[in-house]
């Protein structure tokens, strides 16, 4: 295999003029020029392949953009001004869906796609300050539910290693579908916004436990989603299968590892668990399965209830939690609920109707829209900082 | 941009079969049946490329796999049986270098590349058992040296929880050129060679430091490695600035942090350092400068003297460190130097040149060979099972 002597050549790296005001993505790898952005939004972006006939860039769900080959064999375009925040995207090259050597890896649609930041004017909430800074952990742990060895991030305040004797409250916090356990640091910087929002004295110093969202029980044949349409019966049975090989997971292993592992507070007034999309679904069914564990809940553009024809009944949903307003809010002391103006509209009808079946029901809950943004990281970083002030603190809501 | 849900397809995943003992490799996203090895370590690749003209599979630096077009649009190759251990690889696709959709990333190379791990048989010592696990932590600090916000890794033993007074000794790992931070955990496996080697009762519980091997100095150009040719004057300038920088970040802001912030025992003969390829040249500049702060000292497939013309003299070289061998072996505790015996010829042969002059100096050192494996990471993962038992031990070496 080559040197890594060798290598460094590659990785070296450096250095091109920005003529027109575009600068290297946040998100690039050491040194690399492309894909680059200026003020308005607007990226460019450049790959070499010089024997391809066509190149385009896929912004997931958003039209591609053709690019054009230059006469040195790379291939280039600029978007239009996008939207600040976090984008996926791949390349399509003849064909081939990959993702640009440029740009750093990020977990999502179930491989390392490449992601752009696209930074937001005065936001740095998100951004490392200089303030106490938390440690995020990694931890393994041998789950007798899936038969496997499982991998999961810990967010542990500044003053954890400090305060020797001190106990803190803990957010499970989980990723959306196609993404894992590490989505919520790379791609969603919950570490600093927990480091920013600490330091701001608004937010009690917390534990924030990052799952590996998806589990099948042993020796149960793979969960097969492939090729069944979305929505199907089929489709709905696969992911319940894997919801419920989670719940238990989520319940029985790791929650007894970190009360062991780590100096949590472990009754249910100090447990909290929000998710996105599918880990907002997650949260619905575990937290409200598991009332004597739980007792903050926040769905981040996903919650149960919400798609297709399913109408929330507040008498019956959630195994009757909601069916008398007055103890439900006695016993979970936060319900919230977030959504992005710019999502699919059955993902913002359907979160708008649930809060409006919980408003009508006499409900205590927060619902939360963010401006602009879609189903994407900068709605989910907003709901974090929205949500997190909330927990743990006496009167809540 | 697409919903999470709608992502979840892709990610779902599965489970084709394997008529012909083939399994999915263990570097795979969840649930990508491709690339997929068998017992004798050959390796399937499969890649969708339905327009493309030409698609090879390269492991770098050695000859390139072409792959061959199928009736589906997908493009397939049967590797011939490989070393085991863990390869960095792309893929071509019309002339444009990229990752494999199916592997996951790992940092090699100045960009995410994929790699593909091929089991050795009888080799757990770099997996995860059911032994008591430390964790990975990720830690940013504010370098003044660079001007930048930085983030190391930091491997904490499996007692350092519940041990709330102890302290522990320090060994600082390095990546190799092209490579990052992340290298010693994701391709290297430290964490789990360290809790395998602690719970044996060789190893003495440690705390590991990874650092980003990359520096500039604040307000500094960008250091410009492109297009110099390798091992040219202006190559080599480059490459002592940056670590020159690196060195000063390490020493004057990385240590005195981790000290501050872990329960470190905080003397010279409590911190070791060490590194693969470039990063074992910057232990050999770093410890051989401070030997106040460093009593043992490894290189991993790279040191300091051994490459190109250059022969160590030990009576003028490393500060003159060497000149008088007894009170060298009772300052430094350990001198450890391992290479590849499949190495590139100039590595190999320049580091067993480097373990003669030193025997011939009457130096005290350790001189390790890795049967069969070249410059990568089973060499490594061997080295450091060989050097962290001799490390913060009475009597080591």
């Known amino acids: 295999m080559k040197t890594g002597i060798a290598v460094a050549m590659a990785a070296g790296l450096c250095c091109a003029q920005n003529p027109e005001a575009f600068h290297p993505a946040p998100t690039n790898v050491w ?32 039209a591609k953009l053709d690019m054009l080959k230059q006469p040195d064999g790379f291939w280039t375009v600029t978007s239009a001004p996008l939207v600040p925040g976090f984008h996926y995207y791949t390349l399509l090259i003849d064909g081939a869906e990959v993702s640009d050597p440029g740009s750093h890896a990020f977990f999502g649609g179930g491989k390392d796609a490449s992601g752009i930041e ?63 356990e590490t989505g919520w640091v790379r791609q969603g ?64 292993v790791l929650i007894p590892y970190v009360d062991a592992k780590l100096r949590t507070l472990s009754d249910r007034d100090h447990r909290a668990m929000a998710g996105l999309s599918m880990g907002g679904m997650q949260t619905f069914q575990v937290t409200f399965d598991h009332l004597d564990l739980f007792s903050y809940i926040g769905g981040f553009s996903g919650a149960a209830g919400v ?26 002391h936060l319900l919230w609920i977030g959504v992005g103006t710019a999502e699919p509209v059955r993902m913002h009808e359907g979160l708008l109707r649930v809060h409006e079946v919980l408003r009508q029901g006499g409900i205590k809950h927060i619902f939360y829209e963010s401006p602009g943004t879609a189903h994407e990281w900068q709605t989910w970083r907003r709901d974090l900082k929205d949500f997190a002030p909330r927990l743990f603190q006496e009167g809540a809501q």
């Open 31 to 62: 040194g690399a020029a492309y894909p680059r952005v200026d003020d308005s939004g607007r990226a460019q972006f450049r790959v070499k392949a010089p024997d391809a006939s066509k190149v385009q860039v896929n912004f997931w769900g958003a």
């Open 118 to 180: 696209i930074p937001e004017a005065g936001a740095t909430y998100y951004l490392p300050q200089d303030v106490p800074h938390g440690e995020v952990r990694e931890i393994w742990y041998n789950s007798k539910i899936t038969g496997s060895w499982r991998h999961a991030l810990v967010y542990t305040p500044p003053d954890y290693d400090t305060k020797n004797s001190m106990r803190y409250p803990v957010l499970y916090l989980q990723h959306g579908a196609g993404e894992d």
């Open 307 to 332: 798609l297709g024809n399913q109408k929330l009944d507040t008498k019956t949903g959630f195994n009757g939690a909601l069916a008398d307003p007055e103890a439900f809010s006695k016993r979970v």
């Open 189 to 252: 910087h919950a570490n600093f916004i927990l480091d920013n929002l600490i330091a701001s004295g608004n937010t009690r110093p917390m534990i924030v436990v990052m799952a590996y969202g998806y589990a099948k029980r042993a020796g149960q044949p793979d969960i097969d989603l492939f090729g069944k349409p979305f929505g199907s019966p089929e489709a709905m049975k696969a992911m319940q299968d894997m919801a419920s090989a989670f719940e238990d997971d989520l319940t029985q």
